[in-house]
């Protein structure tokens, strides 16, 4: 696991009246007028000068003499930060936040915590208070990150929420990462407003895909997940916008007790109403956030399900639906599901049990959540091939 | 955190009664009923089941309730989309109706080498006069109403007689079709329907240069292919055979497809059809029946055999099919695969011959070689017998837009069209299903007709039934649905 906040043990970085976004570098020998906006990772001896500022881990910072260059101390569990990454330095300054990491596949931004879904099993509960300086924050991140990356991710909350500014954040990132692809969750509720579709698809990101989640093909148990009413409706007449201008969909489905039940159901409610979805992604459940306040509500072994959703998948992998299947270890599930099965947890929470090590196909396996110690399944066994 | 609501509190039962999206519905031998929505899904019910979704009495929230709501063929106050994704789905399947004319039909001579007696174009002899060939300048008139279609898509296909007798205008009509396109940017396909008799490299070098198609005939075996298709020195399959060889070799195996028509002396050798199929590597066979026009009807061959005697040898041959295809063979019925994919896709179908309102005109229009316009190859036969109703023009003074406005094809199209029809509106296999106008023509009279007597409907129901049948075992589906899907 890779903690993505952190203590900040000393700083004497300047003080500018808000929270900072900064690039770090480990280059030596970048030109001095650059060096004026980043952020210098001592490592040996040597302190390069004109750097904004320096950073460093535990309390190294005793060993060097140059107690006048401004220096932010973190506690060591950070030294994961290299080269390229971005951190923002709290006003106050007593925290950092990972907000993008260089060598990671997996950076998604938070571009609010507000929604208007109160998900059961939300890993990310939604706060009500005016977090506008999110959407400042991700300008900075889109500008300052490396124009290499293969994908970024746009998160919530629900991002659509800010309205005109999502559109523009999609055209930062478009702008600025003109090799990258972008992939962002939403509800998908406000494309149902089909000027707005329009004008995300104007943007005309070269590789965006939009993750919406659709929980069942029964309203009354999607609405129920969602905690909002109208919400199935919705998010359908979303997705039927986005496809008039053919901005590409994955579904989104997550796994749990009150999910698992009509999963055929939904398999065909996809192929049958929104078949021109690029991809399906059932995702096994990460236990934080309300999913652990809701446990009892929600948790279901997961080999419980295989079956039905052995076959939700192949009902949708025959019709050219590119399914997928997340977040589940290969222990619990039949074979016939093993080629649909991603190792996609972010490497930053990933983690296997003790058992996984007598594996034989530990390496192909996604493994856990690092979550899951508040609920490990009962048979995780390693499997001999 | 504040509180969560409770399942309940979603109901539907909490809101309003449901009402009914439209279905129609087929009694089965098992008592049970199939049940089809407008937009082609489906259901079994019993009788109870379905009175109580006719008279509103369904329980809110039972496993029932879901799956009929999430098939359309119930709204509720939760689910008011479903009458907008019907809509949706009808309009997508029957896409034809706004895509407009994409198979253009040249017939670039009337005569031929072969003197097939089910024929169903009055061909003419090989030595003819040149009076049955088009001109360069009726072609030019012709390539002026193929790009005046909006379809993005479009195929010219080459039709005779024997096409390759005239290839001196093929060539003509190919690179002028190319030169037009770079203006009009569509889609552009090029097929010719030919024996193959007089294939050479020469023609193959210019089928390669523009990506030209071949579609040929092979009846089956050879006994029974030069039985059915009779020409000079008695050697039609030997010449088909070695021309598919050449074909391939010059231009790939996908590039060249062959259809079969049903003979009397045909309906008991389907499986050696089949098999001959197989054996000539290619991936799939289209038992097609005889239609009911041209030297077919002169030669009473059309009445040889019953709709019934023909399904009951296409189910057998079907299982051959199959067992095939679950021995880890892939290979194909074409019309069983078509009806799959109406079934099974949610997506459009594009076949001409099947479609309502017709695909003929909307879909397809010919153009004959003196300059007479049809909304189909059968409009031309019954043409050549006497009938012009089919004709609705001529190069010499129609625009496309008189033709697609001709009062002869807005008879077949008015006609055709399912859902007005007064023996199709009912029909539960309505949204798999196409129409035939100029066959219930020829055979009662009108465009409509009347499908208590009709063969197609015989046929359609039988096919249609049987695909069903097929789809509730497991194997047999995965075998469908692979047709379905894999195909294009």
């Given at each position: ?7 900040i ?6 003080k500018?009246?808000k929270d900072?976004v900064?690039?770090l570098s ?8 650059l060096r ?11 302190v390069?000068?004109g ?5 460093t881990f535990?309390?190294q910072?005793q060993e ?7 220096l932010?101390?973190l506690?060591?569990?950070m ?6 990454d971005?951190?923002r330095v ?9 907000l993008?990491r260089?060598?990671?596949q ?6 609010t915590?507000?929604?208007n879904?109160y998900?059961?099993?939300c ?6 208070q005016?977090?506008?300086?999110l ?6 991140v889109l500008?300052l ?6 994908e970024?991710?746009f998160t919530?909350?629900?991002p ?5 500014d999502?559109i523009?954040?999609?055209r930062l990132?478009?702008s600025y990462l003109p090799?990258t692809?972008?992939?962002v ?12 579709a329009?004008k995300?698809?104007?943007?005309r ?9 659709i929980?069942?093909d029964?309203p009354?148990i999607h609405?129920y997940?969602v905690q909002?009413?109208?919400?199935l ?5 979303g997705l039927?916008n986005?496809?008039r201008?053919?901005?590409?969909i994955?579904i ?7 999910t698992?039940?009509?999963l ?5 409610f996809v192929s049958?109403?929104?078949?021109f ?7 096994g459940l990460?236990?934080?956030g309300?999913a652990r306040a809701n ?12 079956s039905q959703?052995?076959e939700a ?7 050219n639906?590119?399914?997928s299947v ?15 099965m ?5 490497d930053?929470k990933?983690?296997y049990?003790p058992e996984?090590?007598?594996?034989d196909?530990?390496?192909?396996c996604?493994?856990f959540f690092s979550?899951?110690?508040y609920?490990?399944p ?8 | 955190m504040?509180?969560?609501r409770?399942?309940s509190e979603f ?5 309003s009664p449901?009402?009914l ?8 031998n098992s008592?049970?009923y199939?049940?089809?929505?407008l937009a082609?899904d489906?259901?079994e019910l019993?009788l ?5 979704l006719?008279?509103?009495e369904?329980v809110?929230g039972s496993d029932?309730y879901l799956?009929?709501?999430s098939?359309g063929?119930?709204f ?6 479903n009458i ?13 109706v706004f895509h407009?004319?994409s198979?253009?039909?040249?017939v670039?001579s009337?005569r ?7 024929c ?8 003819s006069?040149?009076?049955?060939d088009?001109t360069?300048s009726?072609?030019?008139k ?8 909006p379809s ?9 007689g ?15 079709a190319?030169?037009?396109?770079e203006n009009?940017k ?17 023609i193959?070098?210019f089928c390669?240069?523009?990506g030209?198609n ?16 009779p020409?000079?020195g ?5 010449k088909?055979?070695?021309g598919i060889?050449?074909c391939?070799?010059?231009l790939g195996r ?10 009397p002396?045909s309906?008991?050798?389907?499986r ?6 197989l ?9 097609r029946p005889l239609?009911?026009y ?5 030669t009473?061959?059309?009445e040889?055999?019953?709709?019934e005697?023909?399904l009951?040898e ?8 199959l067992?095939i295809?679950?021995s880890g063979?892939p290979?194909?019925e ?10 099974l896709k949610?997506?459009?179908?594009g076949?001409v011959d ?15 070689y003196d300059?007479?316009?049809y909304s189909?190859d059968?409009?031309?036969m019954l043409a050549e ?11 010499k ?5 008189d033709l697609i406005c ?9 006609e ?6 007064s023996?199709?509106?009912q029909?539960a296999?309505l949204?798999?299903c196409?129409?035939e106008p ?10 409509m ?5 009709s ?5 359609q ?5 049987h695909?069903?049948?097929l789809l509730?075992?497991?194997s047999?589906?995965?075998i469908?649905?692979?047709?379905a899907?894999d195909?294009t």
């Amino acid at each position: 696991m890779i903690p993505l906040n952190g203590k900040i043990l000393l700083s004497t970085l300047p003080k500018i009246g808000k929270d900072k976004v900064i690039r770090l570098s480990n280059n030596q020998n970048m030109p001095l007028p650059l060096r004026k906006s980043e952020v210098f990772i001592l490592s040996g001896r040597e302190v390069p000068s004109g750097f904004w500022g320096y950073i460093t881990f535990n309390d190294q910072s005793q060993e060097y003499d140059a107690p006048d260059v401004p220096l932010l101390c973190l506690n060591s569990e950070m030294s994961h930060l290299t080269d390229g990454d971005i951190i923002r330095v709290s006003n106050d300054s007593k925290r950092v936040r990972v907000l993008y990491r260089k060598q990671s596949q997996h950076n998604f931004i938070l571009l609010t915590e507000q929604c208007n879904h109160y998900c059961l099993m939300c890993s990310q509960p939604p706060k009500t208070q005016d977090d506008s300086y999110l959407v400042e924050n991700t300008k900075d991140v889109l500008r300052l990150a490396s124009r290499g990356s293969d994908e970024i991710g746009f998160t919530g909350g629900e991002p659509t929420l800010l309205g005109d500014d999502f559109i523009n954040l999609v055209r930062l990132a478009e702008s600025y990462l003109p090799e990258t692809a972008l992939h962002v969750l939403s509800n998908g509720r406000a494309f149902g407003d089909l000027e707005y579709a329009r004008k995300l698809a104007e943007v005309r990101h070269h590789d965006l895909m939009i993750g919406i989640p659709i929980y069942s093909d029964a309203p009354e148990i999607h609405n129920y997940v969602v905690q909002s009413d109208n919400a199935l409706d919705e998010t359908v007449r979303g997705l039927i916008n986005l496809s008039r201008f053919s901005i590409p969909i994955e579904i989104r489905i997550v796994l749990h007790n009150v999910t698992k039940d009509r999963l055929l159901n939904l398999a065909q409610f996809v192929s049958r109403y929104l078949p021109f979805v690029s991809q399906v992604a059932f995702m096994g459940l990460e236990m934080v956030g309300f999913a652990r306040a809701n446990k009892d509500l929600l948790w279901v072994e997961p080999d419980s399900y295989s079956s039905q959703l052995t076959e939700a998948v192949e009902f949708l992998s025959v019709r050219n639906i590119s399914t997928s299947v997340y977040n589940l270890q290969l222990c619990l599930m039949p074979k016939a599901l093993w080629p649909f099965m991603k190792k996609a947890i972010s490497d930053w929470k990933n983690v296997y049990e003790p058992e996984c090590n007598e594996c034989d196909v530990r390496d192909k396996c996604g493994g856990f959540f690092s979550s899951h110690i508040y609920k490990k399944p009962i048979n995780i066994r390693p499997v001999k091939l | 955190m504040s509180k969560f609501r409770e399942e309940s509190e979603f109901r539907a039962e909490n809101t309003s009664p449901y009402s009914l999206l439209p279905f129609n519905f087929l009694k089965l031998n098992s008592g049970k009923y199939r049940v089809v929505t407008l937009a082609g899904d489906y259901t079994e019910l019993d009788l109870v089941d379905l009175r109580a979704l006719v008279d509103g009495e369904l329980v809110a929230g039972s496993d029932l309730y879901l799956d009929l709501r999430s098939k359309g063929f119930i709204f509720d106050s939760l689910s008011k989309n479903n009458i907008a994704l019907t809509s949706i789905k009808l309009r997508t399947k029957m896409a034809h109706v706004f895509h407009l004319t994409s198979l253009h039909m040249f017939v670039i001579s009337l005569r031929c080498d072969h003197s097939c007696p089910y024929c169903q174009v009055s061909r003419q002899n090989i030595d003819s006069n040149d009076v049955f060939d088009m001109t360069e300048s009726t072609a030019d008139k012709a390539l002026d109403v193929v790009f005046s279609s909006p379809s993005k898509y479009i195929k010219i296909e080459f039709q005779g007689g024997e096409p390759l007798l005239n290839f001196d205008l093929l060539k003509y009509i190919v690179r002028r079709a190319h030169k037009l396109n770079e203006n009009y940017k569509r889609n552009l396909d090029f097929v010719i329907a030919t024996n193959l008799a007089m294939i050479s490299e020469e023609i193959l070098e210019f089928c390669k240069q523009f990506g030209i198609n071949i579609s040929t005939s092979l009846d089956g075996p050879k006994a029974l292919h030069n039985g059915n298709r009779p020409r000079p020195g008695k050697n039609s399959y030997e010449k088909t055979i070695k021309g598919i060889n050449l074909c391939r070799d010059y231009l790939g195996r996908e590039k060249v497809s062959a259809l079969m028509t049903t003979s009397p002396n045909s309906l008991l050798q389907f499986r050696e059809i089949v098999d001959e199929y197989l054996a000539q590597g290619f991936e799939g066979v289209f038992l097609r029946p005889l239609s009911p026009y041209g030297y077919a009807v002169k030669t009473k061959w059309a009445e040889s055999y019953s709709i019934e005697e023909w399904l009951e040898e296409y189910k057998k041959v079907l299982y051959y099919i199959l067992d095939i295809n679950m021995s880890g063979h892939p290979f194909i019925e074409f019309y069983t695969a078509l009806v799959a994919k109406r079934i099974l896709k949610p997506s459009y179908t594009g076949y001409v011959d099947l479609q309502h309102p017709t695909g003929a005109g909307f879909s397809a229009f010919l153009y004959n070689y003196d300059g007479k316009v049809y909304s189909s190859d059968e409009g031309r036969m019954l043409a050549e017998m006497g009938d012009k109703s089919l004709c609705i023009g001529d190069l010499k003074q129609d625009s496309f837009l008189d033709l697609i406005c001709s009062d002869q094809l807005k008879a077949q199209v008015g006609e055709s069209f399912g859902y007005t029809s007064s023996s199709c509106e009912q029909c539960a296999y309505l949204p798999y299903c196409g129409s035939e106008p100029t066959r219930h023509h020829v055979l009662q009279g009108d465009f409509m007709g009347n499908k208590i007597y009709s063969p197609f409907c015989k046929r359609q129901m039988g096919v249609i039934g049987h695909v069903f049948e097929l789809l509730e075992n497991d194997s047999y589906r995965r075998i469908l649905e692979a047709w379905a899907y894999d195909s294009t």
